[in-house]
């Protein structure tokens, strides 16, 4: 045999081996069930993780910018320092030369002075109420951060929980299905079972398992993306979500025209952020509107003024001095301001707006799904859970055909994770309105 022969047939070998060996461990992985968290993850509950949002730094940001807005008052409610002037002088008006040939302090004319800022026209009253304004501005903001952000961090639990669950669920129905198809192998040794039959139970048992694949990914996802709301990040064991699905519903018995007439919407943080800031812009047109009034320096000083005789005379001054601007001066700072105004209260109107729209939204949300969910748990869910149960005992009797069993899972399966759907909706539609009505205070 030569060399070239000899090579390709050791080379068939190996490849004939790494086939085997491949597909081995293909069946060994697929025979293995997809674990959800494992005993050793933390446990996560929904206070650990509102309470988490709260500690948040965009929450913790938003607190520092009340402090600066309270420092701004401060500074807003402040009059203008006054001028302390000095001067010296050796020149004699009359004479036009100056007193002595050296610059003894004697022959020197001296003045100390004091000036001070007239402000008119209630510039500094209006600064400070829009420095008042804008710190309720500020913590309108801080409140409507902290309610979006454990509105956001609420609803992310739930789908994790959601993504929990849903593992769990595939998980079983993958192990039932890798169960049915080890059952199937051992009936076509017998000869009960056809070989078409027994790939069919395969078939459906990769197929569980792939599924299943999907589910570990999307609650790896949904555990990380929590941490965005949160801060927190996935422990080494992952989350072990303690289930708590809401119970009572808030919206029952409400109607859309109860959002027109009910003082939610003004109530609103968001909304009530907007009202301050139409509030701040008329300030701040009533302060642009002030700068047209002048304001006057007013000034005093003492002089102590040498007669070249080895005399003094002391003299008292006063000045004013009042700046010469025309009447259209600020023209263009009273047009911003202006605009600004009414810009702001457009954004207003928009923010009520899109405010009753999402209120409306989550209220229809919310009645809709506990219909839903009230219909899938007490009609649906039982009677595929029976149907399938009753599936099951009669293909182990024989009395039912393998398609007819993979219906019945099937059919469970999608009614099972449907339900898992409607709490998590209904969840989260529950979570908007809890905060959002816990935020306002009419």
Known sequence: MSIRHTFCLKTSLVCLVTLISMGAWANETRSLPVMPPTPSAERLSLEVVLEAARQHPDVIATARLVDAARADVLVANRAPALALSSAVSTVDAKN????????????????????????????????????????????????ETLVVQQMAAQMAFYELQTAQLRLEVLNDLAQGARLLAKTAD?????????????AR??????????????????????????????????????WSVQVQWPQDAAWVGLAAADIDKGPWLEARPDVVAARLRVTAANQAVALAQALRITDPSLGT??????????????VMAFRIAIPLVNANRFDGEVARATAEAEASQSMLERTRQRAQIEM????????????????????????ALRVAEQTETAYRKGGLSLTELLDARRTLRAVQLDVLNARNAYAKAWTYWQRRMTSMTP
């Open 201 to 238: 139970t395969q078939i459906e048992a990769d197929r569980a398992h792939a599924e299943a694949q999907v589910a570990l990914l999307e609650y790896q996802q949904s555990s990380l993306a929590i941490g965005t709301w949160t801060g927190l990040r996935r422990p080494m064991g992952g």
């Open 301 to 314: 000083s003492v002089e102590n003024t040498p007669d070249g005789f080895g005399n003094t005379a002391k």
């Open 96 to 143: 036009g030369q100056a007193f002595g040939a050296t610059l003894s302090p004697a022959k020197l004319n001296k003045s100390l002075g004091i000036d001070g800022l007239w402000e008119r026209g209630g510039k500094r009253a209006l600064r400070t109420d829009k420095a008042q304004t804008m710190v309720q501005l500020a913590q309108a903001e801080r409140q």
């Open 360 to 383: 409306l939204n989550w209220l229809e949300t919310g009645q809709s799904q506990a219909e839903r969910l009230q219909i899938y748990e007490k009609d649906i869910l039982p009677n």
């Open 186 to 198: 051992i009936r076509l040794k017998n000869g009960d079972v056809s070989a078409q039959e027994a």
